[in-house]
C-alpha cells in the first residue's frame, strides 16, 4: 500500500512529490529534515511504500533500530527521490 502525507496538500510550487520505498526487513522511522513549509515523520514497515512532498533542499532522513535506540542509518536529499513527470 502507498501511504502520502498529508503535506501534499499544502504544497507549494517549489515543493517536489517523493516516492520512498523501505527495501530492508527493519522496520524504519523517516524523517524530513531541512523543510520548514511541512513536517513529515513516520514509521515506514519493510517493503513499504511511501508519497510525499518535500522541498528539493530538504534531506530525507532514515533511522532503524529499537523504540529509544533508533540510529541515523541514512540520509537521502529529496531532489533524488523525486517523481519525475
Request: hydrophobic share 35%; net charge negative; charged share 25%.
Amino acid at each position: 500500500m502507498i501511504q502520502t502525507s498529508e503535506s501534499f496538500l499544502t504544497s507549494t510550487s517549489e515543493d517536489v512529490l517523493c516516492f520512498y520505498t523501505n527495501a530492508t526487513t527493519e522496520i524504519q522511522i523517516i524523517r524530513i529534515e531541512n523543510n520548514p513549509n511541512s513536517k513529515l515523520e513516520r514509521i515506514v514497515f519493510p517493503s513499504e511504500k511511501l508519497l510525499f512532498v518535500g522541498e528539493p533542499e530538504a534531506q530525507l532522513e532514515i533511522y532503524t533500530g529499537s523504540m529509544g535506540k533508533e540510529i541515523l542509518s541514512d540520509t537521502i536529499p529529496c531532489a533524488s527521490l523525486r517523481v519525475e513527470k
